[in-house]
């Protein structure tokens, strides 16, 4: 079993159509001051998606952010996206916001305890203060500054947000400049924002489609989804033990649970089916998360004695993608017209069969995103398996 992130064949991002549709974007220009945006934060008006790093800055870094903002001096702008009145994605300054976020609770987070503090974030809309006073994941937020020359200390050294004094309000009217990004036209599929994350990534650092899907759409489904992600049978059939780093395992499970309940809806390219589908899940509800997860349970329970490497394929050693999610769909679509759960176990004989089949295989081999291979290798599919 690899850890490597190289162990997929990639049909997603292949650029099928090639061309950039008109956009009605605005980008308008704000200064909320550090305490509005706390307060943002807080409210949950303000939240930095998940396909965000984790917090990595160190406590010298954050506190020079923090005089910079005490003595005025410029700092970069943030970037926002506009979902609704009042509810802001952050697309560029999570490690900024956040060092303004702690620093104003007067408590900087620990290293070592910075991923579960992520998801703890994330859950909850912000850091309960149970979490916040718990030493094994915080420690005092004191400035640590270097004055202008060698062993000389900044004036503001050693200062919490409460022991400013007379910088305090200072601090808090701060000016920060933010750039609040909002889609027009066309209404109601997100295309322009997307592009808007893809083009400015975050960080210096290329985003891949998923990494900018979980953060645009991010819901219950999502949450589904990594739960399943980390399920020991789904990352034995991976042959990957660990989640990939940029989301691909995620954006597997989600092309599954796609080709499964849209594929009749399927248009390329595959970029923008997904992103469909993810915008159209943000609505179901608890019980529909559920019955998925019940039922990708039920299909690795049906294929819990096929070989670990059923989906590898055997000339490159990556993951089919295109076998898993034909094979995933006919196997499965039975069970969901009959809303219930799959029943026996699946054939390894008839997933070679369709490995190995020339119809199947010529469809995975060039323009896989195609409507018509797509279909063709979901009506092979269905030709060969039986349905659980």
Do not use: C
């Not at 926002?80 to 300054?93: K, W």
């Not at 305890?113 to 030493?135: S, T």
């Amino acid at each position: 079993m690899t850890d490597s992130t190289d162990w997929f064949d990639d049909y997603a991002e292949e650029n099928v159509d090639g061309q950039i549709d008109e956009y009605d974007v605005t980008a308008t220009p704000n200064d909320f001051n550090v305490l509005t945006l706390y307060s943002f934060i807080e409210a949950g008006a303000v939240r930095i998606p998940g396909f965000q790093r984790n917090y990595v800055w160190d406590k010298v870094r954050a506190s020079r952010l923090i005089e910079s903002l005490i003595l005025g001096i410029p700092v970069p702008q943030l970037f926002l996206y506009e979902q609704a009145r009042n509810r802001f994605q952050v697309i560029d300054g999570q490690q900024r916001l956040m060092s303004v976020y702690y620093y104003l609770k007067r408590r900087f987070p620990r290293i070592d305890k910075r991923g579960e503090l992520r998801a703890i974030f994330d859950e909850n809309g912000g850091i309960p203060d149970r979490i916040i006073h718990n030493d094994e994941y915080f420690e005092d937020f004191n400035l640590k500054l270097s004055g202008a020359l060698p062993n000389q200390q900044s004036k503001f050294h050693g200062l919490n947000y409460h022991t400013l004094d007379d910088y305090k309000t200072q601090l808090d009217l701060r000016p920060i400049r933010n750039i609040i990004v909002k889609q027009n036209t066309p209404v109601g599929d997100d295309t322009a924002i997307y592009e808007v994350f893809n083009r400015l990534n975050t960080g210096g650092v290329n985003l891949r489609p998923q990494e900018i899907r979980t953060s645009m759409y991010h819901s219950p489904f999502y949450d589904t989804l990594y739960k399943l992600n980390i399920h020991p049978l789904w990352r034995e059939l991976l042959q990957s033990s660990k989640p990939d780093l940029h989301m691909k395992d995620i954006e597997i499970l989600l092309r599954g649970f796609a080709m499964l309940l849209r594929n009749k809806a399927y248009a390329p390219s595959m970029v923008r089916f997904l992103n469909q589908y993810s915008k159209m899940a943000e609505s179901q509800t608890s019980i529909q998360n559920s019955y998925l997860a019940d039922l990708f349970e039920g299909f690795l329970k049906a294929t819990e004695k096929l070989p670990r490497d059923i989906f590898v394929n055997i000339k490159n050693g990556r993951f089919n993608i295109a076998l898993y999610e034909a094979v995933f769909t006919a196997l499965l679509e039975k069970a969901v017209a009959e809303k219930r759960q799959p029943k026996g176990k699946a054939s390894m004989k008839e997933i070679k069969e369709l490995s190995t089949n020339s119809k199947f295989n010529a469809a995975a081999l060039e323009g896989t995103t195609r409507t018509s291979n797509v279909t063709t290798r979901l009506d092979t599919a269905r030709s060969i398996l039986t349905s659980l």
